[in-house]
């Protein structure tokens, strides 16, 4: 497929290169491209993602605080948190332990996202289109683009828990049904290939002068690819109950902006959620894993008992009771 791209793009294009140290011959080569770029209106990215990350960190240490004052007694008001949300943060352990690739690779693009969003937009931008499965980079350096752009989240993560929230409640779900090997399959799978089919029209379209040249450097990056490639995934294993309703969200979120909007994006979006869907469905015949139901798992807990500090055994020092 590489070099089917290469044929039809490098007429257009001249096999130019996406290194940040050839950027002025690029444009220099490319004067549509260079207008593009130069008409961008700059202003100053979103910077809230460090914000939730150091939230996120503020309620685990308020946790570990509650946890040290419930120890002195079960009747404080610190015993009284503890007990009413010890079950639920078991809850939590087992369902991030099941489904580990989804919350690292969670962290991986929230650490990009805190270092783009901190990083001045003209800058950020041309990292976004560096590291963007854009035809430029998919010509000169395939693997590396197709690997960068899976870390970074687009738009520099102004929809940031959109993103938390889907990969939480639905690929952490398909993690936890088919494994961590199988989703990486699927997710990578997704985004690879509805990359690279996006990008095979696209060259076309640069070819016959349906789209600017300009597209050839476009930001598109991967994170909302793999999103998407395993929200297709998880419509073969949603329960009867909420069937109807995923299938409606995933078609609005998916058809509709494909329908009104006509962006290059919108249809990467939709060959991702079908390639997902594939995937899935060729790799389901190995066998599923039993569903883990939130509410099932925390009702078969009970609260943990803290160990407290026996204070009349002074030559023990600090010892732990059950």
Not at 53 to 63: E, N, S
Not at 295 to 305: E, F
Request: proline letters at 5%; charged letters at 10%.
């Amino acid at each position: 497929m590489f070099a089917t791209v290469s044929q039809v793009l490098l007429p257009a294009v001249d096999q130019p290169s996406p290194r940040p140290t050839t950027l002025a011959e690029f444009l220099a080569e490319n004067p549509e491209v260079a207008t593009e770029v130069n008409s961008e209106q700059f202003g100053s990215p979103p910077d809230h993602v460090l914000y939730y990350v150091l939230g996120l960190g503020l309620l685990a240490l308020i946790w570990f605080l509650i946890k040290r004052l419930a120890r002195t007694g079960p009747d404080g008001w610190a015993g009284w948190v503890y007990a009413v949300f010890d079950v639920q943060i078991q809850t939590l352990r087992i369902w991030l332990s099941r489904s580990p690739v989804t919350f690292i690779y969670m962290a991986c693009w929230t650490v990009t996202s805190v270092i783009i969003q901190g990083t001045p937009e003209q800058i950020s931008g041309m990292l976004d289109r560096f590291n963007s499965t854009n035809l430029v980079g998919i010509v000169t350096q395939p693997l590396r683009v197709l690997f960068s752009s899976a870390f970074l989240v687009a738009d520099y993560g102004a929809a940031f828990l959109v993103y938390v929230l889907v990969y939480t409640l639905i690929t952490s779900r398909l993690e936890q049904r088919i494994g961590s090997a199988r989703v990486i399959l699927v997710c990578a799978g997704a985004h690879v290939f509805g990359s690279l089919t996006i990008l095979s029209l696209e060259a076309i379209a640069v070819k016959f002068h349906w789209v600017p040249v300009g597209t050839v450097f476009t930001q598109d990056v991967g994170v909302s690819y793999v999103m998407v490639g395993s929200l297709g995934a998880y419509l073969l294993f949603v329960g009867k109950k909420w069937r109807p309703w995923y299938f409606a969200a995933v078609g609005i979120g998916i058809l509709g902006p494909l329908i009104l909007s006509h962006t290059v994006w919108d249809l990467g979006h939709f060959l991702a959620t079908t390639y997902g869907f594939l995937f899935a469905l060729l790799l389901k015949r190995w066998g599923v894993r039993q569903a883990i139901g939130w509410r099932s798992t925390a009702a078969s807990r009970t609260v943990r008992q803290l160990p407290t500090w026996q204070h009349d055994e002074p030559t023990a020092g600090r010892s732990l009771t059950a």
